[in-house]
């Protein structure tokens, strides 16, 4: 089984388990990047801290994380991360519901992405 990783201009992320209700990736954000922050109509999500340290935003309420801990990220709850270290943040997402890359609502992004 080959894995695809998708390149991505905070690190990058590869699908480990892909069908139409649950993926279950590895994202990896790169020092000093972060994800937009941004929501989902369709999709909730679990996120588990692999490696690394960061700040996870959820519906404008912000905490530190690190490696061992995990997070439930309901569905339309905007959400956000950045990596605060200087070694790469790893997390394992598994999302459930309907699962389309194009169910996201950004409110900012960094890159300028809409």
Request: proline share 3%; net charge negative; aromatic share 12%.
């Amino acid at each position: 089984m080959t894995l695809k990783k998708v390149e991505k201009p905070w690190g990058y992320y590869v699908d480990i388990h892909r069908a139409d209700d649950v993926v279950f990736k590895q994202i990896v954000v790169d020092p000093g990047e972060e994800l937009s922050y941004q929501s989902h109509e369709n999709r909730g999500e679990f996120w588990f801290i692999k490696s690394g340290v960061g700040r996870l935003t959820i519906n404008d309420a912000s905490m530190y994380v690190s490696a061992g801990k995990s997070f439930p990220i309901y569905k339309k709850n905007k959400h956000m991360i950045k990596n605060t270290g200087d070694e790469n943040l790893e997390i394992y997402e598994m999302q459930c519901g309907i699962c389309d890359e194009d169910d996201i609502v950004r409110y900012s992004d960094k890159y300028g992405r809409d």
